[in-house]
């Protein structure tokens, strides 16, 4: 049983144009969600957070949308860039003292120039 | 500080046999991560510290596999008796003691056991 699921194994999109990768989830007791980002031969790099209390994140071209009634999260790159061609690893937290973080599968990337 | 380092960054051994993999993480960071990847999967929660203390295990650890980290520094991770169900990609991380900044991980270690 998935409890963090990225449905698209792989997303094409063109250079400067608007990426938009999604994630969703089951377990409503999940209080913080994190993208992060894996080059190949490399470990994943964190990008950027949201806590459940917010649905919106910001930094830079990229921006973490929250849907909490509907279980689902987003993540939206603009404008992409070549550079961005990766895997990209949705990952939720049960906080407090638990220290682990239960990932999905990924999305791979690619940003044709 | 360069970061979160593993050694070695890749390991071939034969099925029976034991392996220990090390992790430095970043000085100031006080928790300290172990995860597993296999093709085509996130990243799987294995165990975690803080300082030298360890403070959960995921039922993915079996009795085969056991995680140190003596005096909160560096921490290894020993499989014994590997199969081929082990091989994996074998991912360190650390951080601070909220996951809420996001952890660092290091390039891993990939272990192949034949």
């Known amino acids: 049983d998935q409890q963090v699921k990225q449905n698209s194994p792989s997303l094409s999109v063109q250079e400067g144009r608007i990426s938009i990768l999604n994630c969703d989830y089951t377990?409503?007791?999940?209080?913080?969600f994190l993208w992060y980002k894996k080059y190949p031969a490399e470990g994943p790099t964190f990008l950027i957070s949201?806590?459940?209390?917010?649905d919106k994140n910001e930094d830079g071209r990229f921006t973490v949308f929250l849907n909490k009634s509907a279980k689902h999260l987003s993540l939206h790159i603009v404008p992409s860039q070549p550079g961005d061609s990766a895997v990209y690893f949705c990952a939720a937290s049960l906080g407090g003292s638990q220290g682990n973080l239960i990932f999905g599968k990924g999305t791979k990337l690619s940003v044709k120039p | 500080d360069t970061g979160v380092s593993q050694n070695p960054r890749h390991k071939i051994t034969k099925r029976g046999q034991n392996v220990t993999f090390r992790c430095d993480p970043i000085?100031?960071?006080?928790?300290l991560y172990w995860y597993r990847q296999t093709l085509g999967q996130g990243p799987e929660f294995l165990t975690y510290f803080q300082n030298e203390a360890q403070l959960e295990k995921s039922r993915l650890l079996s009795d085969r596999f056991s995680a140190e980290r003596p005096k909160g520094s560096f921490s290894t991770l020993e499989i014994q008796r590997t199969e081929q169900g082990d091989s994996a990609m074998y991912l360190c991380?650390?951080?601070?003691?909220?996951?809420?900044?996001?952890?660092?991980f290091g390039s891993g270690t990939r272990l192949t056991v034949v």
């Open positions: 949201i806590s459940s209390i917010k």
């Open positions: 991380a650390s951080s601070l003691a909220t996951v809420t900044y996001g952890y660092t």
């Open positions: 377990n409503s007791m999940f209080d913080y």
């Open positions: 000085s100031e960071h006080n928790r």
